[in-house]
C-alpha cells in the first residue's frame, strides 16, 4: 500500500502566520504548476525517512531535511481515499526561508503564503487538491 508524507512548514518573521509551499513541476498532470505542500510517497521507508528523503530531492541546501531531523515532529495520520497521509509540521526561520533552493526538477520555486489566502475560494484554485484536502483537516481552512 502506497503511503505518503507531506509537510506543514510555518515561516517564522512575517506579520501574519505563513507557510512554505512549493510550486509543482509535474507537467500532464492537474497539480502542473499550483501550490502543494513539501512530501511525498514514502516508497516503502517509515513515513519520516521517507519525509527526509522527499525535502532532500526537493530542497537543493539540505537546510529543510535537517531541520526536520532536528525537530523530529510527530505526525498526525489521514486517509485519503485509500492512501494513508502522515502530516508533519516544522517552523523555521525567516533566515532559513531566505536560503532554501528549490531542485528544479520538482518545482518551479517555493512560495511563503500567509495562511489567511487559505481560506478565499480564487486562491484556492492554485492548490493542489490533495494540499486542500490536508490543510481542511488540521481546520486551516475554515
Given amino acids: 500500500m502506497r503511503e505518503v508524507s507531506k509537510i506543514i512548514i510555518r515561516i517564522d518573521g512575517f506579520a501574519e502566520p505563513t507557510q512554505l509551499l512549493s510550486v509543482k513541476k509535474a507537467k ?13 510517497a514514502t516508497d ?7 519525509l527526509v528523503r ?15 531531523r532536528e525537530q523530529n515532529p510527530e505526525p498526525r495520520a489521514f486517509a485519503i ?5 502522515f502530516l508533519y509540521e516544522v517552523t523555521i526561520t525567516f533566515d532559513d526561508y531566505v536560503t532554501l533552493r ?13 495562511e489567511a ?18 490543510l481542511n483537516g488540521v481546520g486551516l481552512l475554515e
Fill in 117 to 134: 489566502k487559505f481560506k478565499d475560494p480564487v486562491f484556492q484554485s492554485r492548490i493542489t487538491r490533495k494540499t486542500l484536502t490536508l
Fill in 81 to 85: 481515499g485509500n492512501e494513508p497521509h
Fill in 54 to 68: 522527499e525535502l532532500e530531492e526537493e530542497e537543493k541546501t539540505g537546510r529543510l531535511a535537517e531541520i526536520v
Fill in 102 to 114: 528549490a531542485a528544479k526538477s520538482e518545482s518551479f520555486g517555493f512560495r511563503a503564503v500567509p
Fill in 28 to 40: 500532464g498532470t492537474p497539480k502542473h504548476k499550483k501550490l502543494e505542500m513539501l512530501g511525498g
Fill in 44 to 50: 516503502g521507508q517509515s513515513a519520516f525517512e521517507g
